[in-house]
Every structure is written in structure tokens, then in C-alpha cells.
């Protein structure tokens, strides 16, 4: 095997890149996997999802109900009616990293966009970036190639309020990729459920949902629910959930409007937190699995400040609801034991339905531990034949047939 050539590690060596440079070498770590298209969190959906996230904001904030998507061959087109981004800083916010408003909780309270990379990163692995922000009756648009700014635009305008952006994903990047419409169709679901009032047009199609988590357990779970299922909707706080058919648990967890495919310490807290009320309201020490065996739920938080463990921001990993809140664990407890032990309280027929349905699953369990003990029994009595090894259970001077028989120990 030939030996590599040995470089001399000089100062040459060393690079500087630029934020951009690094997004476009560095590309997962900015949006995870690049992919093709065919898995719902391949980079092009990750791009759609950072701009959409902007308008997503607006509206928590109280400012536009209304998100335009179009996606026409490798084109995204996407116009919210927020407040627009200040026109001064049109260009520094699709282009400077760490650079937005996201930083001032007075603007952004409950925002999913805080590290200032997002729209940056879009425009970064895009072959063609296009920005416009109207406010007020003027606008600014700027146009960018690989995340370089070739062209600035100012006026005025009759349009409302609100930025569009326009983007293609750069096939140096990405290589061979096609959009699916089921998977945007069900990406845009997720946030419609999140935002009660908020209408999102899809090419035409129209997403948009009242009964918020509800509606999601309702929609997204194929299999059939053994209780009315469970609502709880607080400004920082909604989850729902119920029992099916199924044997294994399914679970939708969301952050700031983000779903949070991994889930997170959320996620963690309320099934602790589930668990723990229902032994308490039962007065009964279930094992956990057993409580959520075959439970369908979804739960959605406001935090302010999250920390995701990696950009595309699949999981949570904040312990606080921000830095001067409790625990997410602290919080999540409290509120569930309120408001799910007051729903027992006052629907004992679903109480009723719960318990039977946590203690049919302990027997399960316990059967199959039992089945699972008694394989393992007659596995260890199986033995291997073989002609030239004697049985161990024939010990040393055991006569038999008038011989002396030995134990051989391998």
C-alpha cells in the first residue's frame, strides 16, 4: 500500500471562511441531511421551513393571518402579510449572520428563529434568492446568487405589509432533488393545527384548522380511539391525547410552532408528568408503561429563549421555560395535574374506560413477560447433540451398563 504524501502544516493552511462560505461547506450543519426530497426532513423541505418560520412568527406576535406557498418545478415563492422586514436592514437579515430581530424578546417573545442563521442559510445554498419586504407603501428587494447580493431595488408600493421570498434550491448542493407535495402538505397540517386562526395557501389549497391539537389526534391517528380524546389549550401550553387500539405509544411534539420530530425535554416531561398524575388520581402505583401503552398524544409549548440540540431543530434541549421561568418539568407537572385530574374528576366515565383500559395493559404485559420466562426456561434445557460429548447430567463414577462414565467441562 502506497504511503500518502506528507503536507507540511504551515500558517497557509489555515482558512478564514466567510458565515456564508461556511453554510455552503458546512451544509449539515445548518439543515441536517441534504437529501433528495424523499424523507419528510431532507434540506429543501429544511429550507421552506426556515422561511415559513419568519411568517409563522409574525403571526404569534399578532400581525398577518394569511401565508402564501407556491412551489412551481425548484421554485419556492412565500409571502406573508407581517409587519416586513425593516426596509434599512432588508439585505443584513437574508445575509449577515447572527444578524435579526429575533434577539429582542419585545419584538419576538415565543420566536423558533433565534440564532440568526435561518433565511441566511436559504439564501446561502439557493442559485437564486430573491427578498422583498413591503411596509408602509414602500419596499426594498434585493436578489442574490449563491448568497451574493447582484442587484438592490427601492420604491414604492400598493401592496400590504409583509415579505416574500423567492428561492431555488443550488443543485451544486443539493444534486438531484424533487419536491413532494405530500410532504410539504403535511409539514404546512402540522402548522395549521399549531395556529388556530392562521390560513395557509398551498397552491391554491387551503390549510387551515380551529380545533388546534384536536384536530391533529383526530386526523393524523389511523386507529380507533377508546375515549373522547383529552384538550387542554393555555397560552404557553396545549396537549392532547387518548388511547387507542394500537399497542405502541405515538406522540407529536411541537415547540414554538416547531415540530420537534426528536422531541426534547418537553416531550420527556409530559410523559412523566402524565404518568405521575394518573397513579396519584387512581391512587394506584401503575407502571408507567402500562399508562402509556397505546396512548395517541400531541403537545405543544411556548418557550422563550429555546435551545435546540442542532439547527434544523428537531429536539429540545432547554430545562427552562425561559431564564427567569420554571423547569419545563416544574411547569409541565403543575399544569397537568391541574387540568388533567379536574378532566377525571368531572367525566368519570372516561376515568373509568382509562382505568380498565391501563390495568388490561398491565396483564398484557405481565403474560407476555410470562410467555417470554417460560421460552427462556426451555431454551436453557435445550441442548446441542452431539455424538462425541457426553450429558453433564451423567456425573463422575456413575455406573451405567456396567461402565464408569466421566464428565468432560468445555
Known sequence: MSQKKKQAYTEDKIKTLSSLEHIRLRTGMYIGRTGTGAHYDDGIYILVKEVIDNGIDEFIMGHGERINVIIEDDTVTIRDFGRGIPLGKVVDCVSKINTGAKYNDEVFQFSVGLNGVGTKAVNALSSYFLVRSHRDGEFVEAEF?????IREEKGK???PNGTLVSFSPDP?????FTFNPELLARRLRFYAYLNAKLKIWFN??????RGGLLDLIADESQFEKIYPPFHFNDATLEFAFTHTNRFSEEYYSFVNGQHTTMGGTHLAAFRESLAKTIKDFY????????????ICAAVSIKVEEPVFESQPKTK???????PKGPT????MNNFMKQALDNYLHRNPETAEILGKKIQESERNRKELKGIQKLARERARKAKVHNKKLRDCRIHLDTKKDGRLDSTLFI
Do not use: N, P, W, Y
Open 172 to 176: 451544486d448542493i443539493f444534486k438531484k
Open 145 to 149: 446568487e449563491t448568497g451574493k447580493l
Open 157 to 159: 408600493t400598493d401592496e
Open 328 to 331: 419545563v418539568r416544574t411547569f
Open 283 to 294: 391512587k394506584k402505583d401503575f407502571d408507567a408503561v402500562d399508562i402509556r401503552t397505546s
Open 204 to 209: 391554491g389549497e387551503l390549510f387551515h384548522c
Open 316 to 322: 429540545l434541549g432547554s430545562q427552562d421555560m425561559g
